[in-house]
């Protein structure tokens, strides 16, 4: 089982999700090497509520990192759970476009992707001025 998806497991068990019961955990590796983990935060605003993606690729942006290699994401329900678009649209602000993703459901099956396949027209640039 690839290491990020088994990561992203673990991340989901430290979900708050009181109002929709779904559980979602991320893993996002930086280009140092280092692994930092999300889950999904509801709140009763809903509008306030966090996906589990963000809150992993936040986290490594707070860290330091400003370029992201790989991401998996995962829940407790029995379809894969694919990135909303927010997200990938974070995915790509932190991602090159060929970055690996891995989207896993319930019963720990997972396909890959490139970051190019879930968000292939972008509206950011990176810092350089250059598309990514």
Do not use: W
């Not at 019961?21 to 306030?48: C, D, F, M, Q, T």
């Not at 991401?71 to 932190?94: D, H, I, K, W």
Request: net charge positive.
């Amino acid at each position: 089982m690839n290491e990020l998806v088994n990561l992203a497991y673990k991340a989901l068990e430290n979900s708050y999700s009181p109002y929709s019961g779904i559980k979602v955990g991320a893993a996002v590796r930086g280009k140092s090497g280092k692994i930092y983990l999300g889950n999904n935060i509801e709140n009763s605003a809903y509008g306030s509520t966090i996906c589990a993606e963000r809150v992993a690729i936040f986290k490594a942006v707070s860290e330091g990192e400003r370029e992201l290699t790989e991401l998996a994401v995962t829940g407790n329900f029995s379809e894969y759970a694919y990135p909303c678009g927010a997200c990938r649209q974070v995915m790509s602000e932190f991602m090159l476009r060929q970055s690996k993703i891995y989207i896993a459901k319930k019963n720990e099956t997972f396909l890959e992707y490139v970051l190019d396949d879930l968000i292939p027209h972008p509206f950011t640039v990176n810092t350089k001025g250059k598309q990514k």
